[in-house]
């Protein structure tokens, strides 16, 4: 009942929010408005399967946004995917080293806190890793500060956006609940070795082929899926609240603000660095480099007229390395612990 509660709370500050004009309103007000239930009443929502949802519709939906994808815009795409990887090691280099140096956190801690992968990534990172409150709170930092400012900087042009989606089908309904079965198999397989967030990456990577082999020439995510999907992430984002005391929010709160502005000035600078190398567009480099928040970044991207096929191609690229990163630590440590 205090789940259910704790939902209805959420989509109404959420949904109030979103009126009321605030970026990603949905989402923002989801997480405040759980926070602030399980902060007052101390209990965090049950939700076993919220997170595999929200990973399997996130992904598809954004999955379905590289329709114009193909093999000449890959190679196209290369010399930039090269400025990236070698962003991501100096932001997670540059960030790590002020929490562990000037913030005085622990090595554990200050590499969760700058990990820049997805949101559903990120969670489920720290849930396997139990990390101290404090690097939610900068993961949270970093969720608001990319929201806000790429949202503030592209205005939303409502020609774009996606018309009405037509009836579904009975075909196309069967071939969307073979992606969701194929997606929730390969998932389970990748959640055994240790990938974060698995199902999302799955997502994304067998939707795009779906999409390159005609099986959904029309097919878009229902609005209210992608919504109750936010919903939900922001009330277990939320929920991490309850042990997280005002003056530890201030506090860390502080910590998390430098690092996340040190991440988003270095994409800036190698932005700034590969437009003039490539002749890209520089706002999409580094809407490109952003340290994380694809969901934020791919609907701030479509909305804004922006090239969304070359800005979540990067942060797809980005979300293979790091989501698989963690599983092959966790097998490298396995295989040395029986070697010894």
């Not at 042009?157 to 969307?176: D, F, K, R, S, Y």
Request: with cysteine; aromatic share 8%.
């Amino acid at each position: 009942m205090k789940t259910l509660l704790c939902l209805l709370i959420a989509t109404g500050v959420g949904t109030a929010l979103q009126y009321a004009g605030v970026p990603h309103g949905l989402l923002l007000g989801s997480i405040l408005g759980s926070a602030l239930i399980v902060s007052h009443l101390r209990f965090a929502p049950t939700l076993p399967l919220g997170l595999g949802y929200v990973q399997v519709v996130l992904g598809i939906a954004t999955g379905l946004m590289f329709k114009a994808w193909d093999s000449h815009t890959a190679a196209a795409m290369l010399p930039s995917l090269g400025f990236l990887f070698v962003c991501l090691a100096v932001q997670i280099t540059v960030a790590g080293f002020w929490l562990l140096k000037i913030s005085r956190w622990n090595l554990k801690d200050s590499l969760l806190a700058v990990y820049p992968g997805a949101l559903a990534a990120v969670f489920d990172l720290l849930e396997s890793e139990r990390a101290s409150g404090k690097v939610i709170v900068v993961h949270l930092v970093r969720l608001l500060s990319i929201t806000v400012l790429v949202s503030f900087l592209i205005p939303a042009q409502p020609n774009l956006m996606l018309a009405e989606q037509a009836p579904l089908l009975t075909g196309t309904l069967v071939i969307v609940l073979s992606l969701i079965a194929l997606c929730i198999g390969i998932g389970r397989v990748l959640l055994r070795i240790g990938v974060p967030a698995p199902f999302m990456l799955t997502a994304i990577v067998a939707t795009g082929v779906y999409v390159k082999m005609g099986f959904l020439p029309d097919f878009q995510m229902p609005p209210w899926s992608v919504n109750f999907a936010t919903v939900i992430l922001g009330t277990l984002i939320g929920s991490k609240f309850k042990d997280i005391s005002l003056a530890d929010l201030i506090r860390h709160g502080r910590s998390g603000v430098m690092s996340v502005a040190l991440m988003i000035l270095i994409a800036a600078v190698f932005a700034v660095a590969a437009s003039r190398v490539l002749g890209s567009d520089p706002l999409s480099l580094w809407l490109a480099y952003m340290p994380g928040a694809i969901e934020t970044i791919a609907i701030v991207a479509f909305s804004g007229g922006l090239n969304v096929v070359f800005i979540l191609t990067h942060h797809l690229a980005r979300m293979v390395a790091l989501h698989f990163a963690p599983a092959l630590i966790v097998q490298a440590r396995r295989w040395g612990e029986s070697g010894s």
